[in-house]
Nanobody, 111 residues
Framework: VQLVESGGGLVQPGGSLRLSCVASGFTFSAYAMSWFRQAPGKERELVAIITSTGGSTNYADSVKGRFTISRDNGKNTVYLQMNSLKPDDTAVYYC?????WGQGTQVTVSA
């Protein structure tokens, strides 16, 4: 199993980023996928989850209305569109499937 995230970077408050996670080694289309994040000195927290078909999603209260999780089963890819970013969104963002984690991608929101 391999999960490879990309798309992080430095963005100003109010800006947007789209994270991508390409999965391999399992039947991607059969499983729910999640995004987590971990800020310095804090525990890793669930940000968003999407069902196998993409028909249902759920979000942490802190990102509702600003972040959107989606997936393309033809490309074995899950996305996290992040809008109206805040400094509190600064963290390493991880793609997750069961016990498998990607290497993470750093998102820094700063003026």
């Amino acid at each position: 199993v391999q999960l490879v995230e990309s798309g992080g970077g430095l963005v100003q408050p109010g800006g947007s980023l789209r994270l991508s996670c390409v999965a391999s080694g399992f039947t991607f289309s059969a499983y729910a996928m999640s995004w987590f994040r971990q800020a310095p000195g804090k525990e890793r927290e669930l940000v968003a989850i999407i069902t196998s078909t993409g028909g249902s999603t759920n979000y942490a209260d802190s990102v509702k209305g600003r972040f959107t999780i989606s997936r393309d089963n033809g490309k074995n890819t899950v996305y996290l569109q992040m809008n109206s970013l805040k400094p509190d969104d600064t963290a390493v963002y991880y793609c997750n499937w069961r016990l498998a984690w990607g290497q993470g991608t750093q998102v820094t929101v700063s003026a």
